[in-house]
């Protein structure tokens, strides 16, 4: 009864805070035309049947399953060569294939981290790097976002004690801002820290090759934890971390959450492999991708849509007030547009927006006939934006 009770009320209050999170059942077809402005399936290749075809050769070859963990007996030929492709995109030694993002967030932390060490995370960063610093146990801070001042006073006080780790995604998930990854390895070198760099949202779409906002213009020394996951751009599923030897045989040895866990399906490696060739082969999806990216930033200027200043594909649109977000979300889903509706606890209150994601897979007139909704949206809504 008390259970009842207890999960009951929870409830509740999520719902009259207007924060009530619902799943929506999709059917996408594979192939099928993209008027989803919601997912992180950046450069369109989440549907490409080439990616589809390698994941059931993968399957057929290896098995539906790993059937074990890595340390058993799970890790398969796909898992090894993609890790190998993963070092060398990313200029790293070595990388090591984590299952999800998340699994690979949180037990880098764990791995790494006790109670002796310190953390310094950027205040926006991912929920799985705030959790893997509490599972951890570890002495945790958070800096103001973006603010290297506050970093250096911050690693300034903690000069005694254990060793200093410093966190940040490279760009952010509910902002699209991007960390100043330049300035973050200085101040760790200043302080005889380490840098980890979350590069989710960086890896196949920014830097040269789509080798992400850390890739080859950082080594090891300056970035020597890196983070990528696959299931955003390269349109599958799973992540890694990247870095030297010492890391990553340290996270072999000690990540729970690597160690404790079936491998990730052969056939889904088979298909990162297949994302990556598309990655090298096919750079035009990232210039289409920027040129959507510029076009939907000046006509949304002309439109007076107060953007963030976000110079990624995530382009969020503030509205404040968690009912609103909703609002406009419905109306424009039923308008056939797909948006992120964010409301707290992902983002502070008072901040809930609409995260609008641009892909590589979008057309043009999409993309106009979205901002044109926005537009009429801002129009009637009665309140001030905020
Ligand atoms: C910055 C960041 N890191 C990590 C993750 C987790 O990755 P995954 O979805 O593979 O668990 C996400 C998103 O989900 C993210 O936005």
Same mark, same amino acid.
């Given at each position: 009864?008390?259970?009842?009770?207890?999960?009951?009320?929870?409830?509740?209050?999520?719902?009259?805070?207007?924060?009530?999170?619902?799943?929506?059942?999709?059917? #996408?077809?594979?192939?099928?035309?993209?008027? @989803?402005?919601?997912?992180?399936? /950046?450069?369109?290749?989440?549907?490409?049947?080439?990616?589809?075809?390698?994941?059931?050769?993968?399957?057929?070859?290896?098995?539906?399953?790993?059937?074990?963990?890595?340390?058993?007996?799970?890790?398969?030929?796909?898992?090894?060569?993609?890790?190998?492709?993963?070092?060398?995109?990313?200029?790293? #030694?070595?990388?090591?294939?984590?299952?999800?993002? /998340?699994?690979?967030?949180?037990?880098?932390?764990?791995?790494?981290?006790?109670?002796?060490?310190?953390?310094?995370?950027?205040?926006?960063?991912?929920?799985?790097?705030?959790?893997?610093?509490?599972?951890?146990?570890?002495?945790?801070?958070?800096?103001?976002?973006?603010?290297?001042?506050?970093?250096?006073?911050?690693?300034?006080?903690?000069?005694? *004690?254990?060793?200093?780790?410093?966190?940040?995604?490279?760009?952010?998930?509910?902002?699209?801002?991007?960390?100043?990854?330049?300035?973050?390895?200085?101040?760790?070198?200043?302080?005889?820290?380490?840098?980890?760099?979350? @590069?989710?949202?960086?890896? *196949?779409?920014?830097?040269?090759? *789509?080798?992400?906002?850390?890739?080859?213009?950082?080594?090891?020394?300056?970035? #020597?934890?890196?983070?990528? !996951?696959?299931?955003?751009?390269?349109?599958?599923?799973?992540?890694?971390?990247?870095? @030297?030897?010492?890391?990553?045989?340290?996270?072999?040895?000690?990540?729970?959450?690597?160690? /404790? !866990?079936?491998?990730?399906?052969?056939?889904?490696?088979?298909?990162?492999?297949?994302?990556?060739?598309?990655?090298?082969?096919?750079?035009?999806?990232?210039?289409?991708?920027?040129?959507?990216?510029?076009?939907?930033?000046?006509?949304?200027?002309?439109?007076?849509?107060?953007?963030?200043?976000?110079?990624?594909?995530?382009? #969020?649109?503030?509205?404040?007030?968690?009912?609103?977000?909703?609002?406009?979300?419905?109306?424009?889903?039923?308008?056939?547009?797909?948006?992120?509706?964010?409301?707290?606890?992902?983002?502070?209150?008072?901040?809930?927006?609409?995260?609008?994601?641009?892909?590589?897979?979008?057309?043009?007139?999409?993309?106009?006939?979205?901002?044109?909704?926005?537009?009429?949206?801002?129009?009637?809504?009665?309140?001030?934006?905020?």
């Amino acid at each position: 009864m008390a259970w009842r009770q207890r999960l009951s009320s929870r409830l509740a209050r999520q719902r009259e805070a207007g924060l009530w999170r619902e799943r929506l059942t999709m059917t #996408p077809a594979p192939g099928s035309r993209v008027r @989803d402005f919601a997912s992180n399936d /950046y450069l369109g290749l989440a549907r490409d049947p080439r990616l589809a075809e390698a994941q059931s050769q993968g399957a057929r070859r290896f098995g539906s399953g790993a059937g074990a963990s890595h340390l058993v007996n799970g890790h398969l030929l796909p898992h090894q060569l993609l890790e190998e492709r993963l070092a060398d995109l990313t200029g790293r #030694p070595r990388a090591l294939l984590f299952s999800t993002g /998340y699994m690979a967030n949180f037990g880098t932390l764990q791995a790494l981290c006790d109670r002796q060490t310190h953390i310094f995370q950027d205040r926006l960063n991912h929920a799985s790097l705030l959790d893997g610093a509490q599972l951890a146990g570890a002495r945790s801070r958070r800096f103001h976002h973006r603010d290297l001042a506050d970093l250096d006073r911050l690693l300034g006080r903690a000069e005694e *004690g254990g060793p200093r780790l410093v966190v940040s995604d490279a760009v952010f998930s509910m902002d699209g801002d991007m960390a100043d990854i330049d300035g973050l390895a200085t101040a760790c070198a200043r302080h005889d820290a380490w840098l980890m760099i979350d @590069d989710a949202h960086g890896i *196949g779409v920014l830097g040269e090759n *789509g080798d992400g906002c850390v890739g080859r213009r950082f080594d090891a020394e300056q970035v #020597p934890i890196l983070v990528g !996951t696959l299931g955003k751009a390269l349109g599958t599923a799973g992540a890694f971390v990247a870095g @030297d030897d010492l890391l990553i045989d340290t996270l072999i040895q000690f990540a729970r959450p690597y160690i /404790y !866990t079936t491998a990730q399906p052969p056939g889904m490696a088979m298909a990162t492999l297949r994302a990556l060739d598309i990655l090298e082969t096919e750079p035009e999806r990232r210039r289409r991708l920027q040129a959507h990216l510029d076009h939907f930033r000046t006509r949304a200027a002309e439109l007076k849509l107060p953007l963030l200043p976000s110079p990624t594909p995530i382009q #969020p649109l503030l509205l404040g007030d968690s009912a609103r977000v909703m609002r406009w979300s419905l109306a424009l889903r039923e308008a056939g547009f797909m948006v992120g509706a964010i409301r707290p606890p992902t983002v502070p209150q008072g901040q809930g927006r609409l995260r609008i994601t641009l892909s590589s897979g979008h057309r043009r007139e999409d993309i106009d006939e979205l901002l044109e909704r926005l537009a009429e949206l801002l129009t009637a809504d009665p309140e001030p934006l905020p």
